[in-house]
């Protein structure tokens, strides 16, 4: 089956670093994608990663191994407007997304 | 530039009521995707359509169907709307889904309640 897994919760301090850890399994592999949603409003697309290796832009980095089934996404500098879900989805042999859950981070002053 | 967007946004029906979900775009993309989001759980995809004219089914399609008349529209409808199809709606759009994928780009969401 497929399937996207990923923390529920973090909690951070505004100004630190975090990382959000996603594993994955698909039917086939065709790139990693994030996404921010704050809550009440749609999902923003934030990284794609198809090659192994760190992306990075701006404050926010996304990280990919394919041997691994895993990413993450990094953000730095954390500010309040950062909190927020974030959505892994994994891209199929057909080219669906197939999403996790998201995980919300808090950030604490 | 509108982006997607999505109307209503917000519905209450009651339990056998039927309704249409519009979803417009305006950024001449191909393909256009319908899903939706409840609470603890990931998107799930309803329908899809890669171009005018064509649907396909999604992860979770029963009880719902599409149509894409316009290249800039996909409607999505619910015939006899049931307490389970309560969840929040977002329409998608992307330019194409191949080797180069392009990403999704949401409308802000229909809340759906079904009493």
């Known amino acids: 089956g497929q399937n996207i897994d990923q923390p529920t919760e973090m909690t951070a301090t505004e100004g630190a670093i975090v990382q959000i850890n996603c594993t994955y399994q698909?039917?086939?592999?065709?790139?990693l994608f994030w996404y921010q949603q704050h809550a009440g409003e749609a999902p923003t697309f934030l990284s794609y990663n198809v090659l192994d290796g760190l992306e990075e832009k701006g404050r926010f980095s996304s990280f990919l191994s394919r041997s691994k089934g895993y990413s993450y996404l990094l953000l730095k500098e954390l500010q309040m407007k950062d909190s927020a879900s974030y959505l892994c989805a994994g891209l199929d042999s057909n080219y669906q997304l197939i999403w996790g859950a998201g995980t919300k981070l808090i950030i604490k002053p | 530039n509108a982006g997607v967007t999505q109307t209503p946004k917000f519905r209450v029906l009651k339990t056998g009521q039927s309704m249409t979900l519009l979803c417009a775009q305006d950024?001449?993309?191909?393909?256009m995707y319908w899903y939706r989001q409840d609470p603890g759980m990931g998107l799930r995809l309803i329908h899809y359509s890669v171009g005018e004219g064509t649907t396909a089914k999604g992860e979770v399609p029963d009880g719902y169907n599409v149509s894409r008349l316009k290249k800039q529209n996909f409607l999505l409808g619910l015939e006899s709307a049931a307490p389970s199809q309560t969840s929040v709606y977002f329409c998608?759009?992307?330019?194409?889904?191949?080797?180069?994928?392009?990403?999704?780009?949401f409308g802000d969401g229909t809340r759906l309640s079904i009493l």
């Open positions: 698909t039917s086939g592999f065709n790139g």
């Open positions: 950024m001449n993309h191909e393909y």
């Open positions: 998608a759009s992307s330019l194409t889904a191949g080797t180069h994928s392009e990403p999704q780009h």
